[in-house]
């Protein structure tokens, strides 16, 4: 008699499995990583118990059917949408996406997210299910070497300043090919796209909460001149600052 194949014994397996949805038990017992998933319309599905109160919410079907749009403000939930869309377009996953999410205080902060495209049994894409994690809590986990941690320690710190990737391989003791590597290793873009990304997202709160000019954030915010401040937004958001400010301002 041959012996059955690993995939049959996998397959057998699972279909004996019953309910309760053993998996997403699973993450109510992993210390600060949150479990969620979406359908295609971006609409929430299922959530672990640590992401529907920290929306505000008392039980699960409270978030069940409603959008990023109903809980985060309008520009940040048209960014987890946008990497929504991603996923459904390409199928692959987002891995260590690093993004704006509500701490513990329900105050904005770093996050890291991961998204994968859930299929039916067709293959069809139907969905995805992601992690989000507050980037001081798998900081261990994401970041095994302590020039990288002290790179990002330092742009959280000083991003305002005209700080280089020289300074901050200098900072970090590593050369800028080596501080680079372990930044796409770690977050899957460069320290200059990091220091970037971190740049336009303070930007961001101040286009939509003060009155300073475009121009006044692009000094404020460590960007050499309007000009570079419009590209790299725009790059990193769709929309130049002027838009951004004329969509989203209160």
Not at 53 to 80: M, T, Y
Not at 202 to 227: H, M, R, V, Y
């Amino acid at each position: 008699m041959a012996p059955e194949k690993p995939e049959s014994i996998q397959r057998n397996f699972l279909a004996r499995i019953g309910p309760g949805e053993p998996v997403r038990e699973l993450f109510e017992h992993l210390p600060g990583v949150f479990f969620f998933a979406k359908d295609q319309n971006s609409r929430m599905m299922c959530a672990s118990s640590t992401i529907y109160k920290r929306l505000g919410c008392n039980e699960e079907l409270d978030v069940v059917g409603r959008q990023d749009s109903d809980f985060f403000p309008k520009q940040i939930a048209d960014n987890f949408v946008r990497d929504d869309q991603k996923v459904f377009a390409t199928g692959k996953p987002l891995l260590n996406r690093v993004e704006i999410w509500y701490n513990e205080q329900r105050m904005l902060d770093w996050f890291v997210t991961n998204k994968l495209p859930l299929k039916d049994e067709s293959g069809n894409i139907i969905g995805l299910m992601g992690t989000v994690r507050s980037y001081e809590g798998s900081r261990k986990l994401l970041l095994p070497f302590s020039q990288i941690s002290a790179a990002v320690e330092f742009i959280r710190t000083h991003h305002r300043e005209r700080i280089s990737v020289t300074d901050l391989a200098h900072h970090s003791g590593l050369s800028p090919r080596q501080l680079n590597r372990k930044f796409n290793d770690a977050f899957g873009m460069s320290a200059q796209d990091f220091l970037t990304k971190t740049r336009i997202q303070t930007a961001s709160d101040a286009l939509l909460n003060t009155a300073l000019s475009i121009a006044e954030i692009a000094q404020k915010f460590g960007f050499c001149d309007q000009s570079a401040f419009t590209q790299a937004f725009r790059k990193h958001t769709g929309v130049t600052p002027l838009k951004f400010r004329k969509r989203y301002a209160p």
